[in-house]
RNA sequence: GGUACCUUGGCCGAGUGGCUAGGCAGUGGUCUGCAAAACCAUGUACGGCGGUUCGACUCCGCCAGGUACCUCCA
């Protein structure tokens, strides 16, 4: 009943035949945003991609359980205020409670998943809602032997680990390598080694979120959370972990590390990580100070943005990469998006107007293989948009009647793109006449243009370029149709 | 410094040992009172130098350039 769907996974570089562990379920984990400043473009990668994954599945029959976290505690900043916890150094600059500021952010976060239609997970777990789980992993790792306890903080014992495990089979890392570079982080004397990570760290005076355990008042490690939500909504065992490939390492060999230290044994069977989002060529972070929020890509406020640019636009552009491809943003490449996508949504309601024949001249069924090919091919967006688009130019010659479509062949050509396009890419069609809702502009507009019409079948070329001129004026953009017309408001 | 990856036509971006990716822009055309829009048609590109091969953009080596991770970031 279910296809062969192909999947590359990060552990062994290769494309794998997807089997999940329970017959018609998936479970998936992605790691979510930390939530201590608002989503810019780069965290639209993931979100999209697995976003892709999760509706994919989904069509072809899976039941998925998506579990995405909120981290809103456990990062450990290195830099001027050592050993801070962000969203606590955020808030006490701002002077609002801890989780008032997680709560802002999650809030705003949300606000812009629904905007790209990025579909809700089924669990979105917070690390602040699973301390105790997580204090459970870490005693589970002390009493296997594999951490040890330091000035109130517990580290992973890496050195230890290696000895019976592979550190470093996920991220290709080699332990001699990794202690060839030496650090400097807060509590490095406290640890027995440089490789070592904290599972557990002792909250400094100042650091205000924090919970009892029986090493310290603090806070889990940063690595802690995904193990700990994963085992508790997924379980020992489960299907596909994603994430940006930039938390390959540490984030996620230590994920593995953990789970094998706590376990025995590994917790994921496919990792999936997405490339990044590149600005000028380099990639889109905080700290590098080239992010544009995904507020300002919507509204077009930044020094880089030449205009706004939709939500679909982005998530179109997005889709039109494959997800282990770096993607560099600019206006150009947006641009182009923007009407591609506008073309491509067309003619989806171009489907509609399509007559029906008793022969069919075109051939359709070999375009809807391919498209589904290349998303069974380890989720190949890009090729199957090529698809559709072949298909945009038989569906324009349809409607201009130089080729005829039988019903079920038509009906067959609707279905796919309803489904492709909305379900599985997750597109929307963007509000119709410039997003008035305003009723009294819309008939007010009918008149007008009724009137062009009018003055039109009568030749009365003066009139109707009088209404279209001032109408211009005015940032209104009228098109003629064959049949009528067609405006919008031009921002 | 270590590790990994990348380099495709004006731009973005797929892909393959020999067969048109696709989008945007450009060009030509159709339609239209005009205009806009729309539609149709059109582009033999794969960083450099060697090698393997009947044949390489695709495999191997070297060089150049770039990126990411190694420390918080998707």
């Known amino acids: 009943m279910f296809k062969d769907l192909l999947i590359y996974n990060t552990v062994s570089k290769k494309k794998e035949l997807f089997k999940p562990i329970v017959e018609g379920k998936v479970g998936l984990y992605v790691c979510g945003p930390t939530v201590y400043g608002h989503a810019h473009l780069g965290h639209s990668r993931p979100a999209i991609t697995f976003d892709l994954v999760n509706r994919y599945l989904t069509h072809i029959g899976y039941q998925v359980r998506y579990v995405r976290n909120i981290t809103d505690v456990g990062h450990l ?8 916890d962000k969203i606590g150094k955020l808030a006490k600059l701002n002077a609002l409670e801890p989780m ?23 669990i979105e777990p917070t690390a602040t809602g699973h301390i105790i789980e997580q204090i459970e992993v870490v005693k589970k790792i002390l009493d296997a032997g594999y951490a040890y306890e330091s000035e109130g903080s517990v580290y992973f014992d890496v050195q230890k680990y290696a000895t019976d495990y592979e550190y470093g089979k996920l991220s290709g890392r080699k332990i001699e390598d990794l202690q060839a570079n030496t650090r400097s982080l807060d509590g490095q004397d406290e640890k027995n080694s440089s490789l070592d990570f904290a599972i557990w760290k002792k909250a400094a005076p100042e650091h205000i979120m924090r919970w009892p355990s029986p090493w310290s008042d603090g806070f889990p490690g940063w690595h802690t959370e995904c193990i700990a ?3 508790k909504y997924l379980g020992e065992k489960f299907d596909i972990h994603g994430g940006g490939m930039d938390l390959m390492f540490p984030h996620h ?22 490339n990044m989002i590149t600005i000028n060529g380099q990639k889109m972070g905080k700290s590098l100070g080239n992010f544009i929020t995904l507020d300002q890509f919507f509204d077009g406020e930044h020094e880089y943005l030449d205009q706004p640019y939709s939500p679909m636009t982005i998530r179109f552009f997005m889709l039109q990469a494959h997800y282990r491809s770096t993607l560099d943003f600019s206006n150009e490449a947006l641009q182009a998006a ?5 073309r491509l949504l067309k003619a989806v309601d171009t489907i509609g107007k399509i007559k029906t024949a008793k022969e069919s001249t075109v051939s359709i069924n070999e375009m809807i293989e391919k498209a589904y090919a290349a998303m069974d091919d380890d989720f190949n967006s890009p090729i199957a948009i090529s698809q559709l688009f072949d298909g945009v130019r038989i569906i324009n010659s349809l409607a201009d009647e130089k080729e005829s479509i039988n019903g079920s062949d038509l009906a067959k050509l609707n279905k796919f793109y309803q489904e492709f396009v909305f379900d599985i890419l997750g597109l929307q069609n963007v509000e119709a006449n410039g997003g008035a809702d305003d009723s009294k502009l819309n008939e007010v507009m009918d008149l007008l243009l009724t009137l062009r019409v009018e003055a039109k079948a009568n030749k009365d070329w003066a009139t109707a370029d009088k209404i279209r001129n001032e109408l211009t004026k005015f940032g209104f953009e009228i098109k003629d149709l064959k049949d009528g017309f067609e405006w919008k408001i031009n921002d």
């Not at 629904?114 to 579909?119: F, G």
């Not at 230290?261 to 496919?270: D, K, P, Q, R």
């Open 253 to 274: 060999e230590a994920e593995v590390a953990q789970s094998c230290a706590a376990l025995g044994h590994e917790s994921v069977n496919y990792w999936m990580h997405n």
């Open 100 to 122: 008032e500021v997680a709560q802002m952010y999650t809030n705003s976060y949300r606000r812009n998943m629904a905007q790209l239609n990025v579909l809700p997970p089924s």
């Open 229 to 231: 939500m994963s085992t």
């Open 338 to 342: 923007e009407k591609g996508l506008d």
């Open 77 to 84: 900043v290195n830099d001027a205020d050592e050993g801070e």
